[in-house]
Nanobody, 122 residues
């Protein structure tokens, strides 16, 4: 059974920083892409940042230059460093891992974390 567990959310003032972490556990053989999504109240969930197993990244325009995504393939973890936070970054942030291949499986599956709240407010 694969689980994604996020940590690092919280309350921060505008201009501050937070680091989100996500760890995938289970009999994992490989993970394709990993990413962070967010969903603000009344809005659709959106992709914030994604990273391939080879380290290629992409970001939504609103966070470029402020957020940095990174991953450790050996540890099956993905982090999101968030700097210069703005009130509009307030949302529940979700970790997603695509095409997780587990021992004994022929096909990969996508998994989501449970979400962690990020609130940017003075």
């Amino acid at each position: 059974q694969v689980q994604l567990v996020e940590s690092g959310g919280g309350l921060v003032q505008p201009g501050g920083s937070l680091r989100l972490s996500c760890a995938a556990s289970g009999s994992i053989v490989s993970i394709a892409d990993m990413g962070w999504y967010r969903q603000a109240p009344g809005k659709q969930r959106e992709l914030v940042a994604a990273i391939t197993s080879g380290g290629s990244t992409n970001y939504v325009d609103s966070v470029k230059g402020r957020f940095t995504i990174s991953r450790d393939n050996a540890k099956n973890t993905v982090d999101l460093q968030m700097n210069s936070l703005k009130p509009e970054d307030t949302a529940v942030y979700y970790c997603k891992a695509d095409r997780i291949l587990t021992a004994g499986s022929y096909f990969g599956r996508n998994y989501w974390g449970q979400g962690t709240q990020v609130t940017v407010s003075s």
